[in-house]
C-alpha cells in the first residue's frame, strides 16, 4: 500500500497552503511535514508541491491529494461504525466546487444540514463559475460540483437540481437614463453592464437575444454575488441576477427588469465522483433538497 | 514611441480573457489580434500572454497592460478637456483590487459615486485577501488597491480609510452546543470554525488571543462574505464576520458574540500609483469618503 504518512502530510500543505500550518495540524515539526513530502516526490520522480504563498498541489499532487481525502472520508465512515477506532478520530474534509450564485441563494443551506449529519466531516468550498467548475472535478481538485455542464464529467454521476433564474436588473433611474429609448443594440453598447468576471458570459447571452444580434457593451468587472446586487442597486450598471436574490427588490420597485418576462435559466447539476462514500452520498441527498428549495423544477 | 496598436491588442486579450473576444471589442478579426500579440512579443523576446481559458498576462505582459490603461486613462482626461477629441471616445478601464469584505459592505459605494461622476471610465475589481491585495499592486495588476499592509507598495502612495471591525459569532444554537463550557483552548479545538479561504489569518488570530495560545481548529472553507454570514446564522460553524455586516443580526440576537467586547480591527488603507491619473484621483476621492460611512476611525 502507499505511505499514507506521507500522502496526509502532503494533503495537509496542499489544504493549509503552508509547510508551517500543516505541521500544526499535523502535530509534528514542519522540517518533518517538508521530509514527507520530499520523500514522497522523490519516490514519485516529480514534483507535488508548487512552493509558494499558499503551496498548491502540481497536476499529479492533486490526483495524490483527492486519493487522501477519499480515504480520509471512508475511515471516517468506517470509524462511525466501528466505535473501538473512534478514540482517536481526526476530521475529514470533503472538497467540493460551487458556482457564486448558488453559494450566495440555497447552497449554505445543504452545507449547514450536511454538518448537522455528519459532525465530523468538514467541507472545503470552493468557488468558480457553474460552467467551470466541472474541470475542478475532471482535474481532481474535488469530489463533487454544481455545474451547469449536461454531461458527467468523466467517473462522474450527474443529478439534475433544477434551473436557476436569472433576470435582467438595473434601478430605475439607471433605466432612466440609459434605456428611455428602449433595450436594444445602440442602446446596450452604450450602458455599462455589470460582469462578474472573465468566465461570465450570462450578460453576453442576455443582450444577443434582447436585442437579436451580438451586442458589444461596455464593462465592469465585480466579482461577489452580493455585490452584483448592491451595485446594480447603486446605478453602477445592468446586470443578471438570480431571481432569488431580488425577488424583494423587484417586487419593492427599488429594482426593475429591463425586459418584463425575459429571465434566462441556468440549468445546474451536481456531480460527484462515482467513488461509494458514505458521507458524499449524505451530501447529495442534502443538495438536492436544499435545491429543491429555492430553483425552477 | 511603443507601437500601441500592439499594445492595445494585448491588452484587450487579457482584459477579455480571449483573442475572440478581444478582436470583438477592438472591431477587427481574431487572427489580426493573434498577429498583434505574437509581433510584440517577437520584439520584446518573451511571451506576454499565458494561451489558456482564460488567458492571461505574465509579468512581462501585466507591466506593458498597466502601462497601455495608463495611457487610456490619460487619454480619457485629455478628451474631456479636449472635446475636439471626443468624437472617437472609448472606455477607458481602471483595474482595482478589493478585499472580499469591503467589496461587502462599503466598496460599492464608492464605485457607484466614481462612475456618476466618471461616466467613461469603467471599473474592473478583483478580489483577494486584504493582507494580498498589495502584491498585485506591486505585480502591475491594478493601479490601486484596498489594503491592510502598513507600508506603502514601491512606488504607490497611501491613504489610511479606517478599520473594519470583526466580531467573532455564532448562532446562539451553535454556542451552547459547543461553548457551554465557555470559551477555550479545549472547546475552540472542537468547533468547527468557518474560514474563508487559505489566506484568511483571522480566526486564527482571534482564538489565539481567546484562548491565550494557538489552537488547531476544524475549519469548513467558504470564500464568500455573505455565505460566511449565512453559514453563521445556520449554525454550520463559528467565525470574523465584519461588524457592519452582522450589526443588525447581533441587536435582533439570531447572532451571538462568542466572547462579548472581544472584537478584532483591521486597518485599511488605499494603496495607488504614484502616476497622476485624474481619474485615478477622483476614485481616491470617492474611496475616502465611502470608507469614512462604515469604517471605524
Redesign the interface.
Given at each position: 500500500m502507499l505511505d499514507y504518512a506521507l500522502l496526509e502530510a502532503l494533503a495537509a500543505v496542499v489544504r493549509?497552503?503552508s509547510f508551517e500550518r500543516a505541521a500544526?495540524?499535523l502535530?509534528v515539526t514542519a522540517s518533518a511535514v517538508s521530509q514527507r513530502v520530499r520523500l514522497l516526490e522523490e519516490r514519485l520522480g516529480q514534483v507535488l508541491v508548487v512552493r509558494g504563498q499558499?503551496c498548491s498541489a502540481t497536476a499529479a499532487g492533486r490526483l495524490l491529494c483527492r486519493h487522501a481525502e477519499q480515504v480520509a472520508l471512508l475511515e471516517g465512515a468506517l470509524r462511525a461504525e466501528l466505535p473501538a477506532l473512534q478514540s482517536d478520530a481526526g476530521?475529514a474534509t470533503l472538497p467540493v466546487a460551487v458556482n457564486?450564485d448558488s453559494?450566495?441563494t440555497w447552497?449554505?443551506?445543504a452545507?449547514?444540514a450536511f454538518?448537522?449529519a455528519e459532525p465530523r466531516v468538514?467541507?472545503?468550498?470552493?468557488?468558480d463559475d457553474q460552467d467551470h467548475t466541472a474541470e475542478r472535478l475532471h482535474a481532481g481538485e474535488v469530489l463533487a460540483a454544481v455545474s451547469a455542464d449536461e454531461q458527467p464529467a468523466p467517473g462522474c454521476r450527474r443529478v439534475p437540481l433544477g434551473r436557476l433564474r436569472y433576470v435582467a436588473t438595473a434601478s430605475p433611474a439607471y433605466v432612466a437614463r440609459h434605456f428611455a429609448d428602449g433595450v436594444d443594440a445602440a442602446t446596450l453598447a452604450r450602458a455599462?453592464a455589470l460582469v462578474f468576471d472573465?468566465?461570465d458570459r450570462l450578460q453576453q447571452r442576455w443582450a444577443q437575444r434582447a436585442a437579436g444580434q451580438?451586442v458589444?457593451m461596455?464593462?465592469?468587472?465585480?466579482?461577489?454575488?452580493?455585490?452584483f446586487v448592491?451595485?446594480t442597486l447603486?446605478?453602477?450598471?445592468w446586470g443578471m441576477n438570480p431571481e432569488p436574490l431580488v425577488r424583494a427588490l423587484l417586487a419593492a420597485g427599488t429594482l426593475v427588469e429591463l425586459v418584463p418576462g425575459s429571465a434566462l435559466d441556468v440549468p445546474l447539476a451536481w456531480q460527484h465522483t462515482r467513488i461509494a462514500l458514505p458521507a458524499l452520498q449524505r451530501l447529495t441527498d442534502c443538495v438536492v433538497e436544499a435545491a429543491r428549495g429555492t430553483l425552477e423544477p
Open positions: 493549509e497552503g500544526r495540524t502535530h499558499p476530521w457564486a453559494l450566495a447552497f449554505v443551506g452545507a449547514a454538518a448537522q468538514l467541507l472545503d468550498l470552493g468557488v455599462p472573465r468566465k451580438a458589444e461596455p464593462r465592469h468587472w465585480l466579482p461577489s454575488s452580493q455585490g448592491d451595485a447603486a446605478g453602477l450598471g
